[in-house]
Every structure is written in C-alpha cells, then in structure tokens.
C-alpha cells in the first residue's frame, strides 16, 4: 500500500515538474571575417501533458462487492429474481462509480463526500422504482440502522434534567 502511494506520488511530481518547463533560449554566436552575428533561437516548450483518462477500478473487486451487496439484499428483502437481476445491476454501477471517484478524488476529500453522496442518492432513487413499498422502507430502516441515524421513536440520551422521563 504504501508502495504504491508513493509511486503514485512521485509520477505525479514528474508529471507536475514537466508541465511547469519554460521554453528553453539558446544563443549562438555566429563569427564572420567582418562581423560577429548573435541569434537567438526559441526551442519548442514541452508539450501539455495529455489529459488522463479517469482511473478505472480492478473489474473482479467491483463485481465482487456488488454480488455481496444484492445477496445481502436478496436475503433480508426477499427480492425476487427479477429483483435480483435488477438490484445487481444498480449494486454494479453505483460500486463502480464510487472506487472510481475513491481514485480520482483521493486527495479531495470535500469533492469526494460530495460525489459519493450523488451517487448514493441516485442509487436509492434507482433502488425506490426496484423495490416495492414494504421492501423499500425495511430497506431504509436497516440502511439508518447501520449508519447510526438516531430514530425519532427512541429515547435519544438522558432526559432533561427537572423533567419526567419516558
């Protein structure tokens, strides 16, 4: 891990220092039986680096926690294949989307939280015309369960102090 972070750190520091070259100024100096001639000679500035293609994550570890997330799914909603089919697909794109942004935004936190959480909402939305209204709200349930979302039928810490509690 750390390897590769920082092979990945030093191609980008050789990448950032040829992007900054200046063009390069070469004099010559011309001697001729009368007259000393100078010229000055531009050579090419480097070319701009090509833009990257976004990084794409390894296709076996996508698929891999796609197929965990729907039988995951499958068990607790009782999907039906049809379901399944469907679900698995939405788990394949939205797991892609987010290694991908995990790559491209590593050191971007703020542009990272803020991509993952689109994609997670389009991904309840896709979710939402998959599911019927029972599944979809079991689903909600346990997805607010597991992110640690206070419910608002729950006693949320200790009762104020001079007041009954429940």
Known sequence: MKTSLLAALALLTATATQAQTAPVKTKTKTETAAATTKTKVKA??????????????????????????????????????????????????????????????????????????????????ALKDVLTPDQFARYQRKREEKMGVPSLKGNQGNPVPGLPGE
């Open 44 to 125: 090419p500035a480097a070319a701009p680096p090509a833009i990257k293609p976004a990084p794409t994550p390894a296709a076996d570890k996508v698929e891999a926690k796609a197929t965990a997330l729907t039988a995951n799914m499958r068990q607790a909603l009782n999907l039906t294949p049809a379901q399944a089919e469907k679900v698995q697909t939405i788990n394949e794109v939205s797991v892609r989307n987010v290694e991908t942004a995990r790559l491209r935004y590593r050191t971007d936190l703020r542009k990272l939280n803020a991509v993952v959480d689109d994609i997670g909402q389009s991904r309840l939305a």
